[in-house]
Every structure is written in C-alpha cells, then in structure tokens.
C-alpha cells in the first residue's frame, strides 16, 4: 500500500518554518508498512490543492493531508478536500457544542469563523484533538483513504498516534502487514570511518537487515532496518547482527535507540552510586549542564565551578598561580589542578576539568584554537589529556562535552571491573 | 517567475531525516522574487525522479534539486536530469583532476564510482562545492531553468549563496523584480496575546507590510513582510510601522531578526564594561553556558557556581545554613544570597542567583515543580523574585534562564539612565 503526505500552509514555502511533520509521520507510516514515495507541501490555496490531490491521487491510496484546519479564512483544507471527493460538509452538533464549551471554559468569545472547525464530511470519522480546538477526520472513499490532521506538530502527533493509527489498523491496513523498523546503536570515541572498517563485511553482505551508519556531533549512529511484523519480530531478526557488531565494536557502544550518552551515564551513576562535580573554563558550563538535564540528576552530580578568568581558576578554584604561570591556564596541568580542586571542593567521587580555546579568538600557533585538555580524578585513578577539536566555536564546545561524557562513562567500565 | 523544489533523498521518505533544505531555498527565493507554490520529495529511484521533474516542469521555469549528487550507486539526480532533458552527461577534466587532488591529499584511495561526481551536462555551468567533493550544476533548457545541489545542508546553503544566487541573478530573474523580505521583531517579557492586544489596530489594518506573531520559548518574534527591490527599499517601506510598534511596546523589544538576546545582551554588557557571575542550582549552568555561547564573552563573564546540592550552596557559595534552614534552598532568600555571594566571590559587578525545582521531582504543594526564584545583585541596585514557569524539566530550565537574560537586559536598560 503507498501513502503520500500533503503539507498545507503557505508558511512552508515561504520559509518560515521547518516542516517537522513529514518526517515524522513519513517514520511513523513505514513502521506500519505503507510504503511512502511522495511528500508534498502546497501553500492555502484551493487550486494549488486540488492540483495536489489529483495528482496524489493517481499514486496512492492512502492520503495524509496536514494543516489548514483552523478557524480563519485561509484554513481550506477540509472545504478542498469535500469539493475534490463531491462531497459537502455538515456541522456535526456534538463538535460545535464541545466548541462552544472550550471557549465558555476560557471566558472567550466564540466568533463566527471558529464554526468550520465542527464541520465534517457526513460519515466520517470525526478524530479527536486533545491538544487543540480543530479535531481531524479520517474517511475512505473510492479505493482511497483519507486522513486529515492539523498542521501544529504537537497536535497533529499526538491525534496520529492515538487516534489516526488505531483507525488505520481498522480500517486501511492488511492484517499481517510487515512494516519498516530500525533499531539504533550508538557510538561514542570512535571515528565513523574507524567504525565502518571494522564492520565492513557485515556492510557488504548486507541485505535485510540493513545497515547505515550516521555521524552526529560527537557520536557516531549505526541504523540497522528490517522488515517485521511487529518489534518484537524485528527484535529477533536483527539479534544476530547486534551481537556480531557489540563483540567486535561493543566498547565504543554506549546507548541503543532512543537513550542518549547522558541517559547511559546517568544511569550507571546512580547504580554505582557515585558523584561527580565539574569545574569548566571554555565550556562554560555546558557540561555542568548537560549532566543536570537528567530528571534526578541532584542524585549524583554536587556542582561546578564555571572558572571562565584566571583569577577565578586560582582565587574560588585553588588552582597554584604558580601551575598557570609556569603551564597557561589551557594546559594539562591547569585541567588536571582543576579536576582535583573540584573533586576536594564540592567532596564528590569524581571531578572533570576541562580548559581549552573555543575560539574564534585567542588562539596562537602553539596553542590552537579547538585545542581542549580534559582531566577526569578520581580516588584511584587520574586521567588527563589534550584534544584538538575542530568546528565552530559551538561545536568544539560541544565536542569537549561530549568528551568528557565519554571519559566518565570509561572510567564507569573500570570501576565496575 | 515559478520556482519548484524537488528533495531527493529516500532518507526523507523514510522518516531519518528532517528536510531544512525547502525552508533554506523557499526564504531565499521569496527573497529573490521567486514564486515558490510547491515543495516534492523524491527517493533516489529513476522513475519517480522522473515523474517529479515533469510534474514540476508543468508548473515552474525554475526547477531545483537537490541531494543525490554522490559517488555511491543511489544518487541518480544527474543521470537522471540527463534522461530528463534527453541531453547526456560527459566527464569535466579540470573538475576530475580536482577530484583526484582531493584524494591525493586526503591520501585516501579514489574509487571508480567518485568519477562520476565529474560529469555534468555539456555546457552547464558547474557550482563550486567548498564544502565537500560533489559540485552542483546550473542550466538553461527549452524555456526552464534547472538548479542541481548537494543534499548536506552545510554544503547547499554555501553553493547556493556563493554560486547559485550570482548564476540566477545573471541568467533567470528579470532586473527589477521585487522580492519578499522579512523583518522580525523580537519582544521577552510579555505574552503573545498581551502583545496583539497591544497591537491589535495594526493587525487589523494590515495589508503590505503584512504582520506574523510566533512564540518561541520564552520569546514573542513579530515578523513583518513586504515586496521591494531590495533591502533597503523594503526597510523604508516597513519604517513607519516599526516607529509605530517601537513607540508603543518598545520596552519589551530587544533585538531583531538574527540577533538573539545573549547577543544583545552582550553587546550591552561589552558597551558598558560590564562584568557578570552566576549561582545557579535548578538551571544546573545554563545560563553560564548561555553567556559563554558569544565569541569574546571573556570580556563580561567572569565564572560561575552550579550549587546542586545544600552543601556546595553553603560551603563554596557561602549562603548562611541559617538561610537555608529557616526558607529552604528553593527560596527568596537563598536566591538573593546566591547573588551576592558570586559577586563577592568573582568581583563581578552583577551577580545573578537561581534556585527552583525543575522537576518533574521534588515538588510539593508549597514549593511546586516549576517554581523558581532568581535574583540579580548590582552595587546600587538589587532585584530578586519567584516565578512559576509550566512545561517539562527542559522548558522549565530553559524559561528560568530566559528570564534571568532578561533581568540582566533590564538592568542593563536602567544602568544606561
């Protein structure tokens, strides 16, 4: 079965916003094994749509349309939609009374034009919108199915998946249909060339599932793409592939799927039972950060000193003067100072010290801009080492971070040894 | 002049990817006066790339695509074109030699397949590729014009401007044509619907420059759009209306179109010689990432304390435990002394303390999820406050730092007087 995705609103080609839906939906539709070929945006206007869904039409025979379902007069979505099918729309009374009482609820007035949003093809299925005034419709007519959705992501999301795909499987999709899943494997210290020598026969004798690799700031994404009935299949095509790839690479592997490094990290933080402090110069608080993003973060992270000036490293963090006259304060000396003044500062298991030249300034010849020394101290353990990062002064921050992640989660593995 | 753009790339059909190539193109050919009435995505399969390209030939004299252009065996877009256009394509020797340039300094192996990165339509113009080693072509045919570029948005957007736009103005838009411009207006510390209230009167009057409000995080962007020539014909045109706007709601208006309010802010601190520090606990070093995220910000920000836990705000920070003990760590009081502590601390001029829950644990029913009190220290001057921000733990982080940017820009507004 082929589905196709017709983004309406004229603010998508002019530029104004990024159209988030496609991919969604576009993920959501091959999980569900509706082959998607097309997707196409067209602004309000009732030719241009009409043109769009004729040709749609030709190609497919299911039709998601988004946008356009609100109360002003460029929200044609619905009146196209009956007029491309000759069909009319009729307000449906209960929608036009849950209207009224979602305006009363607000004190708001309920103007003329806000009416539309209660008008249905006769016998269609009316789907609800729970984060949102203008509900969706979803019909079958003539061999073709149609779903209409509202074009705010959060909206139109949550309308999909609760109310779109149950009536899909009810409605529009063969029992036993296999969609498309993948399964994400993330790396991390590891390059993306690096990374594909190491698998390369598992690249080229590849066939179902299938693989493909994505580097992403820091990290390094291995997608492997099956077709199944459902997970729990998918699960079982793709085991022998997983653990062929986590023997030769499994170090490097930190996170499956939807967990993020932090996740991981956090995570194991809080099984062992450990702490940890920072103490940042040219990250400038982004790892402190990051490592608080984590709901229940006050579990295992104490605090950080953001030493941005000199006078900071030395007079609140304890670096010697003496370290930064003699090294510089981007040094690995100075970062390895700031890790232990961290760890004996706040009292916690475990400090990181990162200083380094983000750039764009303050760089020389001998120290670089993107040049980062990142320090780890622990009870039984110091590790300390200098990087060369490069990019824009965004991302050798967010390279350092990453790297600093990284070597918590190493020293994680040797802890738990 | 009707412009078209064609995505080509599986990945966008399956969901992997988000498509920012449309909303790149679509802004910049409103800029240019280039009517854009419909965005496709294709996969990398010969016939639908087919079928896109005549669909769109219907419709436009400018039709762009873009990704593709690879050495692997599923970029077709070329080839294709090719087809298209019943023209072949033949080897450029001076791009081939570039080609193996490239290689030879890598030291990496040039495989058969990266040869055809080399071929273009006899006749074309060939677009630079800076950014990577597939260059884009630019060509006339039977009345239309064709724009091949990259998928990679780092390298599309650089060919596109660099060498696209120069390519366009010469040989496809006629002198004269006005583009559409945009101006965006961005206000903190009032709400979306306070400010069209506010404004109403102009909404309603509207017709060139036309107004748009977008909320976004914290912020509340107005973007008003007109016809001109040019920039500068289109400033005069939307000058009247932006006094107007300034007049009555200036206070909360602090930068416009790319800038953002770190920027500005920055700027402000730099003009006045203004240094600043930061104690924070819920926003965990947000905000001290936040003022480090601008080039040059050693010259304002002086380091910062992330006092997660009870015992890093009194032991480092210095807040009193008698604070703490009698208003708890979530308070007024702790957050004011957190302010004036950094400043102690650091020598700052302005201190800024934050201390809230951002959940989604550790709220109770005196002291809920989302409260946070923030407070700002000065030498004449000493502001502090509780707020109750809504949203999950991210949102909740990022509206405390927000409101604090704006503190800072407020002081920064009084400190002018």
Known sequence: MNGEIISIGTELLLGQIINTNTRYLSEKLAGLGINVYYHTSVGDNKKRIMDA?????????????????????????????????????EINPEELAKLKEFFARRNSEMTENNIKQAAFVPGATILVNDRGTAPGMALQH??????????????????????????LRENVIPPGTKG???????????????????????????????????????????????????????LQIIFPLVREIRERVGEYLFATDEVSLVDSIAEELKAQNL???????????????????????????????????????????????????AHGAVSQETAS??????????????????????????????????????ALAASDLHWSSGYHFTGDRDTIRQRATITALNLIRKYLGVSKR
């Not at 379902?69 to 069909?87: R, S």
């Not at 402190?288 to 950080?304: A, E, I, K, N, R």
Request: charged share 20%.
């Open 142 to 167: 003539e061999g073709c199915a149609y779903l209409i959705l509202p074009g705010p992501p959060v909206e139109m999301e949550h309308m999909f998946s609760q109310y779109a795909v149950p009536w």
């Open 180 to 234: 498309l899943f993948s399964h994400v494997l993330k790396f991390v210290g590891i390059g993306e060339s690096k990374l594909e020598w190491m698998l390369k026969d598992l690249f080229v004798r590849q066939t179902e599932p299938t693989l493909a690799l994505l580097a992403k700031s820091g990290e390094v994404h291995l997608r492997l793409t099956a077709r199944a009935r459902d997970k729990e299949e998918f």
């Open 275 to 325: 702490t940890v402090s920072t103490a940042e110069s040219c990250t400038g608080g982004m790892l402190s950060q990051v490592l608080t993003s984590v709901p229940g973060s006050s579990l295992y992270f104490l605090g950080s000193i953001t030493a941005y000036s000199n006078d900071i490293k030395t007079k609140i963090l304890g670096v010697p003067e003496e370290v930064i006259a």
């Open 53 to 89: 869904l004729t040709i749609a039409r030709s190609r497919a025979q299911l039709i998601i349309l988004t946008g356009g379902l609100g109360p002003t007069d460029d929200d044609l979505t619905k009146e196209t939609l009956a007029e491309f099918l000759n069909l009319s729309l």
């Open 337 to 374: 100072f700031m890790a232990n003044r961290i760890r004996e500062l706040t009292g916690s298991m475990l400090g990181i010290g990162i200083t380094g030249i983000a750039g764009p300034g303050g760089g020389s010849s001998d120290k670089p801009v993107g040049l980062v020394y990142i």
